[in-house]
């Protein structure tokens, strides 16, 4: 099978740390450049811990990285979302796939985008050309894809499991979500907020009703229903390193009980590498997935038509809210086994 050349802007960031160490072992990769204006002219494995030909590698600069990006076929962006915007049009000039990791194409409208992220949307054609990539619901598309927007964490966390049961007719359209992240989550910066100190013994939730992952929410439940879904979002801090536990709370929209939804949600997911369906919430746990590419879930309801329902998943915020996830996409861009580079993955605990 074809070795597929694969180049990494942004690879000093947790994301791109950790897409280094997953292409360090995909049978079908060769990683040519790890680019960093940060780390410029030092060893990657002294910073990863990652052997081999990729540990060999030293970090490049981004001008370095542009040229050495032609002679790829794809190119993962763990870059700010205002980096990706101006590094994805040459790049697909030059015949290049693209799989960017910010939020830079998440969003298709562009006064929703704008709002959300405090800066000019891409150009309407290039929006176009963006794939929305959380994997197991719109695999179809992915396939072959030249521009693939990789799924947010949050939203990867709420989605998969929320998506069958609102396109279904399970749910009502109006869900709350409230989600816990580890630190990982707002990236690899030196700031107080982010300091032991300020972490150690204590959760909070920041960013409530201006969260720039809400619309991104409502953008993928809406593909669910053809219609749009109130979603109210909060996120929490959560004194760990990584991982995120999402519960979101909603109505039933006929009468079913939680062997109904939970038989929903398996036969959704039937056969998926990345999928663990439990039957009980109580099961579902951050241990359960850091270090994975897997997404845990599991839901319970009061039987009757309008009886509340709870859904909980959980995810590593890295890998499958992030660089797992980029890799799938990966696989299925460049027309590769979609395990490829991630079956390996224990969880850490």
């Not at 763990?78 to 796939?97: D, H, M, N, R, Y």
């Amino acid at each position: 099978m074809h070795i597929a050349r694969i180049g990494v802007f942004g690879a000093s960031g947790y994301s791109g740390m950790e897409l280094a160490r997953l292409l360090a072992v995909h049978p079908h990769a060769q990683v040519t450049f790890l680019a960093s204006e940060r780390y410029v002219g030092q060893s990657v494995e002294a910073f990863t811990g990652v052997t081999g030909q990729v540990g060999s590698l030293a970090y490049v600069g981004f001008e370095e990285a542009q040229a050495a990006a032609r002679g790829c076929d794809a190119v993962l962006l763990a870059t700010p979302a205002e980096v990706s915007l101006q590094l994805t049009p040459g790049l697909l000039e030059a015949g290049v796939k693209v799989v960017d990791v910010s939020g830079a194409f998440r969003i298709s409208d562009a006064s929703v985008f704008e709002k959300a992220y405090a800066h000019a949307a891409p150009p309407a054609a290039l929006q176009a050309r963006a794939i929305y990539g959380i994997t197991e619901l719109f695999r179809d598309q992915l396939r072959g894809a030249q521009l693939v927007a990789n799924a947010g964490c949050y939203p990867t966390a709420a989605t998969l499991p929320l998506f069958p049961l609102l396109q279904d007719g399970w749910l009502q359209k109006e869900v709350i979500v409230s989600a816990l992240s580890g630190a990982s989550g707002a990236g690899r910066k030196a700031t107080e907020a982010y300091s032991l100190v300020e972490l150690h013994d204590d959760v909070k939730a920041y960013k409530v009703l201006s969260h720039q992952h809400t619309p991104e929410i409502s953008q993928s439940l809406r593909r669910a229903t053809g219609a749009e879904v109130d979603v109210t979002f909060t996120p929490h801090l959560l004194p760990l390193p990584r991982g995120i536990l999402s519960t979101a709370y909603g109505r039933l929209a006929r009468a079913a009980t939680s062997a109904d939804l939970t038989a929903a949600l398996r036969k959704r997911y039937e056969g998926e590498p990345f999928i663990r369906v439990y039957d009980s919430p109580d099961k579902v746990s951050l241990h359960g997935v850091v270090g994975t590419n897997t997404c845990a879930m599991a839901v319970t309801c009061e039987p009757r038509e309008g009886g509340r329902v709870v859904v909980v998943s959980a995810i590593d915020n890295l890998i499958k809210g992030a660089a797992g996830q980029a890799v799938q996409n990966l696989n299925l861009a460049l027309g590769l086994p979609e395990t490829d580079g991630l079956s390996h993955l224990r969880r850490f605990h």
